[in-house]
Structures are given as structure tokens and as C-alpha cells.
């Protein structure tokens, strides 16, 4: 009845094997090769990041440098469920330091600073000159999540400068932030300095608001379980590095 | 002719479906009751949907109590719902969320009042409160009767209303339904494949073949004068079509059947009623001019009536007495004499 | 008697439930029991709870307003132009999340095709608040409406709709006395499912609506927040949601696609 229908019992199991072969191949994956480094890096940092990438990769054409960018907290989460790094680099010293407090992470040092800046959309950059205007109008304004160092930065300066952000709306990451800040789909946004800068739209910044007394540093760390310890290192000394000193200074960071 | 019931449904239907068409003109009186018979497929559901207005007409007209519902060609067409033709559905269609009261107070807007007096002739009075699945199907087409008079519809179509019903059940519910529809004075059309149904109900039975009226008249005519081979057989009697010259009729297979006419000339229909046709054994001497020699087919019994069907130069069917199926010791493959006086010959002139 | 299927697809059935299943396991294994009262009394799970059962049963309605004359429509048509409409009317079920709060943005954002004309107008922007969120909510479930009832309506006989005309029964009416009674449980499996998918909804509510503590940030939106920093707090309102998803699949039995 049903026999003639089925392939028979040989090719099936051929077929099972190849599906499985297939799929260990793809799920080892892909980058596990013998010469490449994987780095998880805060998303402000993300232009500075792939310029120093690619001047490594011109330097040690032998090896690839496979990025993630994503929030600190999102990439620490990530490393706590056992995602596997050679290079970290976060956006505050309390998130290095749950990696450094579980093992995971070796002797961070810092690269740079980021100092907080509050901007308007370029549609309202004319009107909104102070944080006085600010609180005063019903403005939509776009901070990270509490959870993300900029963030943890952008309620500490709030409360200090008395502005509410109960119907703020909280991004994942603060590139995200930017995002809809420069797209006018919120009317103020909380951000980086680096972003501001990285920024081609006409945005407005409040400069006498104080945000920029408001900073963060950023912390690099090699795992301490790497196998590429030598290749994590050789890029990890890019940030010292005049290339590195410049590029950060470039796109709007201060030096540590 | 002023004494004439005035005329309530005067159409004109033509429907056109794939290869099939439907051409009828049909007209019921005030207070008539027609009923609407022929093979399946005739076109006879399709007929009363699109006299409700359920099919749009591809020609033709339909006309209610003098008022215009619809015209083929012409836009103001009266939808459904304000034709005032109720319809009566085969497996009565009652809605299944409502309870009986609830079913038949649907269409009239108001609460009881005038559906009381439907209740008893229908002898549907203790079932208001059950629903529709607790209800036999007998019970079920008689609640949707009441249903559709009590919107009080000028004309009420019914189709199939005997359909689920057994033969005791028939009996009583065709009685039931004939009272009730003409205390009305409605007028109604009714489909249905029984002849007995159209017998008992009719005033006129219109014969739907094929998509064409092919005959309409009271029940007797019809009984004695079918015009077709199915309506013949619908009333159980024989039926040829041949040429007719002088007295003689000749069939297409070469048979000639004497008759009591003179002067034929052209095509006819000659109707046989089985009673009229008797059996021997042996070639019979006497009267009769028509005798064949056949062999019984089949032998059917009814109540004491043994319907034979006959083979043999034509197939003709003879109703005897049971007795006389067993005096004449025949059954099936039995070798007889069937033998016809030319006078019970029926002659129905056909055109062209 | 139903014949016993097949060792191989027995097997496969096997290891699929156990794919299934195991997440949930997991889930429920990882989930500090004793803790469960503390966490889930926090402002942030009582603000989320509170505004996801809301939207969601407001979404659920809306669903059913817009979904209902459409399949309606739908159960009418046939052919291409049937094909056409009802894939149309299904892509946000289809569509990722995300790209339909995309789409929702672009049509009703503040600069969006439609929004920037209602906040010129009437000063009403939608991202960023609950009606928002009941929007990009309504926006994913209307497309499980639409298919439970055209499924519904095609399975009625459409004699009844005849039978109330030949009463003397407006269409209108007949439709309100008649066929929506008679389709009643796909109206309510349709209810149904679209609450469950408000319920769960997230890329298009955060893409769309934001992510505003109290005002937009549903359940599913404060899992998301709180699995970076509190990761007990977002296995409780996992648990939470798991608990009232089940509560619709059992409420839905075996109503799923109504195929009387």
C-alpha cells in the first residue's frame, strides 16, 4: 500500500546522514577557522571598532577578525550563556567587571572615555536650545535601557537636572537611539558624544546642559579562555597605538 | 370567465446554466395549488429560485398580483426579501440556534399574535419551546410551513416538502399541508418527485423536462392524457410514439397497433392504460385485434395488483389481479399472450 | 480502527515534540519557585501585566471589527480576485514583526504617510503610547480573524441566507439574526487567537510603539529589558506568559479551525 510510495530504508539513512553532516558543519560553524579572532564590542564604539579591524587585518593578513557589536549588556548576557569571544570590549566598568567577577574576562584595562550628550531632532534643533525647554515642552524623548551603561548614565543626569523620563522610551543600544533621533521619530535623545559626532544629520546639542559631565569608560579585555591569546593581544595593543589614539579621538571618544 | 380567480403569478423563466437552459412559462392563480413535477435535473429547484429572485433571469419576467418584480433588460428588479413569495425547503431549513416559536416569529417583526392560529391545524403547538434538532423530520417541515405563513406571503413555494418524510408520515403531513394551504388562500407551487403528492395536492400539475413545460394540466387529464413518456410513466401507463395512418398506428420498431380512431395522418403518442391490457397464454381468438406474443420481464406486486412488465415486439406493461397471475401460472421468463382492444388505444396528436 | 503509523514517522513525531517541548522544560526548570511572589510584585511586571492584558483584549476587538467585514468580503469572492485580497489580508501574519512595525511606522509615524497628517490636524501621534501598542497589536492578529471566519462562512449553507430573504428579512438583518449566531464559534476561536497573538506580540510593538516603561512596554517588551540585567525577573513573567497562553489554548480546545 504504502511501500511503493516511500523511499526505501538505504537511501533514507543516506539522506540522514548527509542532513546531519550538513548541519554539525553549519552549526560549528563558520569562523572557527585556524587564523580568526572574534570580537564583542559596545555598539558606540562601532566605527572606531571597524577601522581598527581593518587595520589589523592589513597588518596580519593572516587573520580574520569576526565582529559582534551589540549593547554591553546584551554582549554580556551573550558571554554568560557561553557565546565564545577572544576580544571584549564594553561601554562601562560595572558590566566588565560581571565578566571579571565569573572568570570570564583577564585584567581589563581602559581605552577611552565617552561623555553623555543630549540631542534634538534636526526639525526641532532651532527651537530646543536649553534643557529648560526641554522639560517644558511634552517633547518624546529616546534614552537606553536602564540596564545599558549609557543608560545607567542618562537617569543619573536626568534626575540631577530635575527632567522626567517617565514616558521616555528606552532603546536596546544607543546607536538605535540615534537612530530615531535623527529620523525625528522622538524628539530628544540621550546619547554619546561619539554619536553625535558619528552623525551626518543636521542634529541639534545642547551644550550647556551638562550632560557632559556625565561619562563613562570603556574597559578591554582578553577571555580567559581564548585560544587566540597572542592574536587577541596583538589587537588589543591597536588602542594604544597612535592608530588607535587617533581613530578614537576621530570619532568623538577621549582618551582614558 | 368574471367568476376566473384572478391570476397571482404570471412569469416568464429563462436560466442559463453551463449546457443546460431552462425556458418555462408558469402561472398559478389565487388560491391554486400547483404542483411542479418532473425527472431530476429538470430544472424545477433552479424554477422556484429564480421566482424567489435568488437568480438573476437571463430573459423572461416575473410578475406577482400585477406587480412587476422583475424584468430581463430592465433595472428596477424587487430583491428577495420584499417579493412577498415565501419558500417551504426541503429539509425544512429551520434555523438551528433559534427554538420553534423563535423560527416561525422570525419573518414577522412582531411576537405571536396571528402565528397562534397556525400551531394547531399544523399540530405543532407543544413543540414551540424544543429546537430544531430535537425535532422529527415530519415536525420539522411542518414548523417550517408555519414559518413561512406566518409572514402571510401572497404565493408559497414548497420544495420537496414530503421528501424526508416516510410513507405513513406522507400521508397524514399531505393532508395536513393541502388544509392548511388552502385556508390560506395563498396561492402556492409545489415540487415534488411523488406523483401521489401532486395528485393529492393539485390543482394543476405543470411536467418540467429537460428545462421545458412539456405538459400542464388538472390531475385527471394528466392521469388519463399524458402528453410524454415520463409523464406516463409517472402515471404508471404505457406510452409509444409512432406514425398514424387511417386507424393503424405504426411504431418506429415496426408494430402496429389497431385503433378505434379513423383519419390519422402524421406523427401521434398513443397511451396504453395497463389495465386495459390483457394476458393468455394462448394466442387468443376473439375481438381483440392486438395481440402479441412476449415474455414476462418482471412481475411487481401491490396490494392485490401484479403489475407485469412485458418484452417482446415492444415493452408494455399489463396490470392483472394477483389472482390471475397465479390461475395463469406465470412468473418471470414466462411465455404469454398479451392482446389489447383497439378502443382502449389513447391517441394524442403530436405536433411537428 | 486507525492503523499504527509508520517506525520512522513515529519516531520523527517523537523527537519533534521533544524539540518542542524542551525549551519550555527548560524554562520551567530554571525558574526560582520560591522567589515567584517577590519578583512578580515589582511596579515594572504589575505596569507590564496590566498594559499587556489591556492592549491585547482591545487589540483582540479591533481584530474583530476589522477582520469580520473582510471575511465577509473574502467569503463572496472567488478566483484570483479572492487569492488576491485574502493574501493581502494575511501578510501581517506572515510578514516579520518587525518589518509590519516598520511598515506601521512609515505609514503612521510622526513623519509617516498618514501620521504626519494626523499630528498636523488633530495633534495625534500613536508611537510611543498604548493606542499605539494596540495598533501594531490589532495590525498581526487581524489575518488569524479573517481566516477563522471565511472558513466559517464557506462552511455555512448558503440556503439559510434564502430561507431569512423568503421571510421577508433584510440582508442586513438576516446577516445579524442569521449568519453571525450561526458562525458563532469561529467568531470566538477568532477572538481567540488574535488575543493570543496580541498577547505575544513584540517586534512590531517595539519597532512601532517604543519601548516606554508603563505606557508601552508590554510583557513580552519587559522580558526583553530584563533578561540583560535581571534574568529571574524575566523567568517569572516568561512563566507569566506561558500561564496565560495556555489558559487560551484550553479555552480554544479544539476550536481551532472550525470545520463543522
Given at each position: 500500500m504504502g511501500q511503493q510510495s516511500i523511499p526505501s530504508t538505504r537511501s533514507m539513512r543516506i539522506l540522514l546522514t548527509a542532513v546531519i553532516v550538513v548541519v554539525s558543519v553549519f552549526l560549528n560553524g563558520?569562523?572557527?577557522?585556524?587564523h580568526s579572532i572574534r570580537v564583542f564590542a559596545a555598539s558606540s564604539l562601532t566605527e572606531v571598532v571597524q577601522r581598527l579591524v581593518e587595520e589589523y587585518e592589513t597588518r596580519y593578513p593572516n587573520t580574520d577578525v569576526e565582529l559582534n557589536i551589540a549593547g554591553s549588556g546584551t554582549l554580556v548576557m551573550q558571554l554568560q550563556e557561553g557565546a565564545d569571544a577572544d576580544v571584549v570590549i564594553l561601554a562601562s566598568r560595572s558590566h566588565m567587571n560581571q565578566l571579571r567577577d565569573i572568570g570570564l574576562v583577564l585584567a581589563p584595562q581602559q581605552i577611552a572615555r565617552n561623555s553623555l550628550a543630549v540631542i534634538v531632532s534636526p526639525q526641532l534643533a532651532k527651537d530646543i536650545d536649553s534643557i529648560e525647554d526641554v522639560r517644558r515642552g511634552a517633547l518624546q524623548i529616546a534614552i537606553c535601557v536602564t540596564s545599558s551603561p549609557c543608560g545607567a548614565l542618562a537617569w543619573a543626569y536626568a534626575s540631577s537636572v530635575g527632567l522626567?523620563?517617565?514616558?521616555a522610551t528606552h532603546e536596546s543600544n544607543v546607536k538605535a537611539v540615534l537612530v530615531k533621533v535623527e529620523r525625528d521619530e522622538v524628539d530628544v535623545g540621550i546619547v554619546y558624544m561619539s554619536d553625535l559626532r558619528s552623525s551626518r544629520e543636521q542634529l541639534g546639542h545642547?551644550?550647556?546642559?551638562?550632560?557632559?559631565?556625565y561619562s563613562t569608560s570603556y574597559p578591554l579585555a582578553v577571555t580567559?579562555?581564548?585560544?587566540k591569546r597572542r592574536e587577541a593581544e596583538n589587537f588589543a595593543a591597536l588602542f594604544a597605538e597612535p592608530v588607535g589614539q587617533s581613530t578614537l579621538t576621530h570619532f568623538g571618544f577621549q582618551l582614558p | 370567465m368574471n367568476d376566473q380567480p384572478k391570476l397571482l403569478l404570471d412569469c416568464r423563466i429563462v436560466i442559463e446554466r453551463g449546457a443546460f437552459k431552462l425556458d418555462a412559462e408558469v402561472s398559478v392563480k389565487q388560491a391554486e395549488i400547483v404542483a411542479l413535477v418532473g425527472p431530476n435535473g429538470a430544472g424545477k429547484t433552479t424554477l422556484l429560485e429564480a421566482i424567489l429572485g435568488w437568480l438573476p433571469l437571463a430573459d423572461g419576467r416575473v410578475l406577482l398580483d400585477g406587480r412587476t418584480l422583475e424584468v430581463h433588460g430592465e433595472n428596477r428588479t424587487v430583491p428577495t426579501h420584499e417579493r412577498e413569495i415565501g419558500m417551504v425547503f426541503q429539509d425544512g431549513?429551520?434555523?438551528?440556534?433559534?427554538?420553534v416559536i423563535r423560527n416561525i416569529e422570525f419573518g414577522t417583526g412582531t411576537s405571536l399574535t396571528n402565528v397562534s392560529e397556525l400551531l394547531g391545524p399544523l399540530e405543532i403547538?407543544?413543540?414551540?419551546?424544543?429546537?430544531?434538532?430535537?425535532?422529527s423530520a415530519g415536525q420539522r417541515q411542518r414548523v417550517a410551513l408555519a414559518r413561512t405563513l406566518a409572514t402571510a406571503p401572497k404565493l408559497v413555494l414548497l420544495d420537496?416538502?414530503?421528501?424526508?418524510?416516510d410513507v405513513t408520515g406522507r400521508a397524514i403531513a399531505r393532508k395536513l399541508i393541502g388544509n392548511v394551504l388552502r385556508a390560506t388562500g395563498a396561492g402556492a407551487l409545489v415540487v415534488t418527485h411523488d406523483p401521489a403528492d401532486a395528485f393529492a395536492l393539485a390543482d394543476r400539475i405543470l411536467v418540467l423536462e429537460g428545462g421545458r413545460v412539456t405538459q400542464c394540466a388538472p390531475p385527471d387529464q394528466i392521469r388519463t392524457r399524458p402528453a410524454t413518456k415520463w409523464v406516463a410513466e409517472l402515471v404508471g401507463w404505457n406510452f409509444f410514439e409512432g406514425d398514424g395512418n387511417g386507424s393503424l398506428v405504426k411504431l418506429a420498431n415496426g408494430v402496429e397497433i389497431a385503433t378505434a380512431h379513423s383519419g390519422l395522418d402524421g406523427p401521434v403518442a398513443v397511451t396504453i392504460n395497463p389495465t386495459a391490457v390483457a394476458l393468455y397464454t394462448e394466442e387468443p381468438s376473439g375481438s381483440p385485434r392486438n395481440s402479441w406474443h412476449c415474455h414476462v420481464e418482471s412481475i411487481e406486486f401491490v396490494a392485490d395488483v401484479a403489475r407485469v412488465s412485458l418484452v417482446g415486439p415492444f415493452d408494455i406493461s399489463a396490470d392483472v389481479t394477483r389472482a390471475a397471475v397465479a390461475d395463469l401460472g406465470i412468473d418471470t421468463g414466462s411465455v404469454v399472450w398479451a392482446s389489447l382492444k383497439a378502443t382502449e388505444v389513447e391517441i394524442q396528436l403530436l405536433q411537428g | 480502527m486507525t492503523p499504527q503509523l509508520p517506525r520512522l514517522l513515529r519516531l520523527a513525531a517523537f523527537v519533534a515534540v521533544a524539540v518542542v517541548v524542551a525549551p519550555l522544560l527548560s524554562l520551567l526548570w530554571r525558574i526560582p519557585w520560591s522567589e515567584l511572589p517577590r519578583l512578580l510584585s515589582t511596579e515594572v511586571v504589575a505596569d507590564a501585566l496590566f498594559l499587556s492584558l489591556v492592549t491585547s483584549l482591545i487589540a483582540a476587538l479591533l481584530a474583530l471589527l476589522i477582520g469580520i467585514p473582510i471575511a465577509f468580503q473574502l467569503s463572496r469572492m472567488t478566483g484570483i480576485s479572492a487569492s488576491t485580497l485574502r493574501a493581502v489580508a494575511t501578510l501581517p501574519m506572515v510578514l516579520p514583526p518587525v518589518v509590519g512595525g516598520a511598515a506601521l511606522l512609515f505609514a503612521f509615524?510622526?513623519?509617516?504617510?498618514i501620521g504626519e497628517t494626523l499630528d498636523n490636524a488633530?495633534?495625534?501621534?500613536?508611537?510611543?503610547?498604548p493606542a499605539g501598542v494596540v495598533i501594531a497589536n490589532a495590525f498581526v492578529a487581524t489575518p488569524f480573524v479573517v481566516l477563522t471566519i471565511e472558513s466559517g462562512l464557506r462552511a455555512l449553507d448558503p440556503r439559510y441566507e434564502l430561507a431569512a430573504a423568503s421571510l421577508g428579512v433584510t440582508p442586513l438583518r438576516a446577516t445579524l439574526r442569521v449568519v453571525l449566531p450561526m458562525i458563532r464559534s469561529s467568531i470566538v476561536a477568532g477572538a481567540f487567537l488574535a488575543w493570543a497573538r496580541a498577547l505575544g506580540e513584540f517586534g512590531a510593538t517595539i519597532t512601532?510603539?517604543?519601548?516606554?516603561?508603563?505606557?508601552?512596554?508590554t510583557l513580552p517588551l519587559a522580558v526583553f529589558v530584563a533578561m540583560e540585567t535581571d534574568r529571574d525577573a524575566a523567568l517569572a513573567m516568561s512563566l507569566v506568559l506561558v500561564f496565560i497562553s495556555l489558559i487560551v489554548l484550553v479555552c480554544l480546545r479544539d476550536r481551532w479551525w472550525p470545520a463543522k
Open positions: 563558520c569562523g572557527s577557522g585556524s522626567n523620563l517617565s514616558s545642547l551644550v550647556n546642559a551638562r550632560a557632559d559631565q580567559a579562555d581564548s585560544k | 431549513l429551520l434555523f438551528p440556534h433559534l427554538n403547538a407543544d413543540l414551540v419551546d424544543r429546537y430544531p434538532k430535537e425535532l420537496e416538502p414530503l421528501g424526508a418524510l | 509615524g510622526r513623519r509617516g504617510l488633530a495633534g495625534l501621534v500613536l508611537p510611543y503610547t512601532f510603539a517604543g519601548n516606554v516603561p508603563g505606557r508601552t512596554q
